[in-house]
């Protein structure tokens, strides 16, 4: 039987629901949970991921507003408007779009924004919170993958989940995630990444199998046991001379073999991808919350 396909936009659709919903309660109380987005630049992939981002904000009630430096700015105007919209009170969340030019230190403008308006999630002290168990907010793509898998019946308690890619962004806070004595995580997370000797010996062993490696069709079928959970984060461009654009997006496993394997399986696109906004969006309204001292819960 064809794995069950763990539909991202369906998710993100419920979330979005129940979001709103919690936004129409603070404005009740007064308050409008805000957004600061920074660009530094015209980066094609960084203008089509803000107008996304300021998309999903009108969607859901959120305030937003994009604030956009020359591509020449220095990183002491960067750090000079990160200061500014620390101290405004209208913007609960801040973040600066990634990747910024090469004169400029990620590092440093990441530590410049104030742990409480991190919604990214990047910030040192956020990070470590959230490895120690004790987290403000999650990253957005590793809680976007948890949220698939809590919300489509496939809990990772008591499971042994193996994650390919070692990444800051996806594959250590996700590890911290599920690694966590908890409701939801309480998971037996092996870490493997493109170094890993014998990779296959360690992801056939999967209950949940998470490929975020960043390399097309990594994973393919005769990695993958019977009726594991397969959650693919990766988003890779291939050549494809059938299409308007001469490419298609790819995952990180073989789609096409895993879906005749596995139980259920997220595609690329529509699976992962649209969670990791919506997870954004669920940030800024936690921030607003834990600032103003209101709920909309």
Same mark, same amino acid.
């Given at each position: 039987m064809p794995a069950k396909i763990l539909s991202g936009r369906e998710i993100s659709a419920e979330i979005k629901d129940e979001l709103r919903a919690r936004v129409a309660r603070l404005k009740d109380q007064g308050v409008t949970p805000g957004l600061a987005m920074v660009r530094v630049g015209e980066d094609p992939a960084s203008v089509s991921y803000m107008r996304q981002k300021e998309k999903t904000s009108a969607e859901v009630g959120v305030f937003s507003q994009t604030f956009v430096l020359p591509e020449q700015a220095s990183q002491g105007e960067l750090l000079q408007k990160i200061d500014a919209l620390n101290r405004d009170d209208s913007f609960h969340g801040i973040l600066v779009q990634l990747p910024l030019p090469r004169h400029i230190d990620p590092r440093a403008v990441i530590e410049a924004i104030d742990p409480l308006k991190d919604v990214d999630c990047f910030h040192p002290i956020n990070v470590g919170k959230l490895l120690i168990g004790e987290p403000y907010l999650l990253p957005c793509t590793p809680h976007g993958v948890w949220q698939i898998l809590l919300r489509s019946g496939y809990s990772p308690e008591g499971k042994h989940v193996v994650i390919c890619g070692r990444s800051n962004l996806n594959g250590k806070p996700l590890f911290a995630i599920l690694i966590q004595k908890k409701s939801g995580a309480n998971a037996t997370v092996t870490v493997c990444h493109t170094r890993t000797p014998n990779l296959a010996d360690f992801t056939r062993r999967a209950d949940i199998l998470v490929a975020a490696m960043g390399v097309p069709r990594a994973i393919t079928a005769d990695m993958v046991r019977e009726?594991?959970? !397969?959650?693919?984060?990766?988003?890779? /461009? $291939?050549?494809?001379?059938?299409?308007?654009? %001469?490419? /298609?997006? !790819?995952?990180?496993?073989?789609?096409?073999?895993? $879906?005749? $394997?596995?139980?259920?399986?997220?595609? !690329?696109?529509? %699976? $992962? %991808?649209?969670?990791?906004v919506t997870m954004l969006m669920w940030n800024t309204v936690v921030a607003c919350e834990t600032q103003t001292g209101l709920s909309g819960n």
């Amino acid at each position: 039987m064809p794995a069950k396909i763990l539909s991202g936009r369906e998710i993100s659709a419920e979330i979005k629901d129940e979001l709103r919903a919690r936004v129409a309660r603070l404005k009740d109380q007064g308050v409008t949970p805000g957004l600061a987005m920074v660009r530094v630049g015209e980066d094609p992939a960084s203008v089509s991921y803000m107008r996304q981002k300021e998309k999903t904000s009108a969607e859901v009630g959120v305030f937003s507003q994009t604030f956009v430096l020359p591509e020449q700015a220095s990183q002491g105007e960067l750090l000079q408007k990160i200061d500014a919209l620390n101290r405004d009170d209208s913007f609960h969340g801040i973040l600066v779009q990634l990747p910024l030019p090469r004169h400029i230190d990620p590092r440093a403008v990441i530590e410049a924004i104030d742990p409480l308006k991190d919604v990214d999630c990047f910030h040192p002290i956020n990070v470590g919170k959230l490895l120690i168990g004790e987290p403000y907010l999650l990253p957005c793509t590793p809680h976007g993958v948890w949220q698939i898998l809590l919300r489509s019946g496939y809990s990772p308690e008591g499971k042994h989940v193996v994650i390919c890619g070692r990444s800051n962004l996806n594959g250590k806070p996700l590890f911290a995630i599920l690694i966590q004595k908890k409701s939801g995580a309480n998971a037996t997370v092996t870490v493997c990444h493109t170094r890993t000797p014998n990779l296959a010996d360690f992801t056939r062993r999967a209950d949940i199998l998470v490929a975020a490696m960043g390399v097309p069709r990594a994973i393919t079928a005769d990695m993958v046991r019977e009726g594991a959970v !397969v959650i693919d984060v990766g988003v890779n /461009r $291939v050549e494809d001379p059938s299409k308007k654009s %001469g490419f /298609r997006l !790819v995952g990180d496993t073989d789609f096409d073999a895993l $879906v005749e $394997v596995a139980e259920a399986i997220t595609p !690329v696109p529509g %699976g $992962v %991808g649209p969670m990791t906004v919506t997870m954004l969006m669920w940030n800024t309204v936690v921030a607003c919350e834990t600032q103003t001292g209101l709920s909309g819960n």
